[in-house]
């Protein structure tokens, strides 16, 4: 059997006469270093999208993965796209491209209508940046970094989507921060300047919470979208037609807000307006996730009984 001390791995036997094999500190936590290294930098998927291409059987795939840096100590968001082809139940990789680190983006999304116009939320250490990008050229990069806080790039807040025209992009940040101290700030809190407002708590731990943006693509001006109070909108998308009507959650909340990342019987509603103001509620309960059908002309979206188990099975509506 093994037995451990400070400094060695003795090897002990039942025998006397077995001698014991010493393994020096130093050599045993570089060999434990780099199993650990080797078992943890194996890449995860986080996300993917496969598309047809024009040859049958044959697939594009672009996947997203997490890798850990251990000499950075920080985790890095690596894009790769690969061709497959798919036949007799079973996937070959025909050709891969080359991995691109893309931790400074926290969302990307391309037009609906437009194949080869992109947009792309970055943010790192402090620098905040709406970019624009046709057929992998660099349009645009408007700072938006004084407009208002970090992006949300999550499942239940983030938001990044095109209007029908491609004119203008919608996504969820922090509001600005608020003044520190004077008239200003009482202003800004409703004539309060000790108003609680608290985070959402869990991964949302000393965010402020979210509100939509809309960037003009054109000359990138920004505008804070005015929502209904008592309300974090996210899950943002843009309705037919080209009045720039757009559907969103609002998670309801008072002073203090519950968690709501593991937590899908929350009080949430459906809202729809337009962008210059306006929004009605158009369903109420603890919805999620809104998405339109293939038709165009209907929203879908999943719904749990409000109140009730937290991970209760959701309905479709």
Same mark, same amino acid.
């Given at each position: ?10 090897? *002990? ?13 130093? /050599? ?6 780099? $199993? ?19 040859q049958?059987?044959v697939?594009?795939a ?10 950075? $100590?920080?985790? @890095? ?31 990307a ?11 792309? %939320? ?15 050229v %660099? ?10 806080? +970090?992006?949300?790039? +999550? ?9 029908? +025209? ?9 509001p600005?921060?608020? !003044? ?9 809190? *409703?004539?309060? !300047?000790?108003?609680?407002?608290? *985070?959402?708590? /869990? ?15 054109? *000359? ?11 309300v974090? !909108? ?6 037919p ?28 509603? %459906?809202?729809? #307006? ?32 409000? #109140? ?7 309905? %479709? @509506?």
């Open positions: 059997m093994y037995t451990a001390s400070r400094d060695v791995f003795a090897a *002990d036997s039942s025998s006397s006469s077995s001698a014991s094999k010493e393994i020096p500190a130093d /050599e045993f936590g570089a060999a434990v270093r780099a $199993a650990f290294e080797e078992a943890y930098a194996r890449p995860s998927v986080a996300a993917g999208v496969v598309r047809r291409t024009a049958a059987g697939v594009s672009s996947i997203t993965t997490w890798q850990r840096d251990f000499s950075g $100590a920080r985790k @890095r968001r690596v894009a790769q796209t690969l061709v497959l082809g798919i036949g007799g139940g079973h996937a070959a990789e025909l050709a891969a491209g080359a991995a691109a680190d893309i931790s400074s983006e926290v969302q999304l391309e037009s609906p209508t437009d194949a080869a116009l992109r947009a792309v %939320l970055r943010g790192d250490k402090g620098t905040r940046a709406v970019e624009i990008w046709r057929g992998g %660099l349009q645009h990069s408007f700072d938006v970094a004084a407009a208002h806080g +970090d992006f949300y790039g +999550d499942a239940t807040f983030g938001s990044l989507a095109w209007s029908n +025209d491609n004119s203008v992009v919608v996504y969820a940040a922090e600005p921060a608020q !003044p520190a101290h004077g008239a200003d700030m009482a202003a800004s809190l *409703d004539a309060s !300047p000790f108003a609680l407002d608290g *985070d959402w708590g /869990e991964t949302f731990g000393g965010k402020r919470p979210p509100v939509l943006v809309a960037l003009r693509v054109a *000359d990138g001006t920004v505008r804070v979208l005015q929502t209904p109070r008592g974090s !909108p996210g899950q943002a998308l843009f309705l037609g080209a009045a720039h009507r757009i559907a969103f959650v609002g998670y309801e909340h008072g002073a203090r807000k519950p968690g709501l990342v593991y937590c899908q019987n929350r009080p949430a509603a %459906l809202f729809v #307006g337009a962008l210059a103001g306006g929004f009605e509620r158009v369903h109420s309960g603890a919805v999620r996730s809104p998405r339109l059908a293939p038709s165009g002309r209907t929203l879908v979206f999943l719904e749990t009984g409000a #109140g009730g188990p937290h991970a209760a099975a959701s309905a %479709l @509506r």
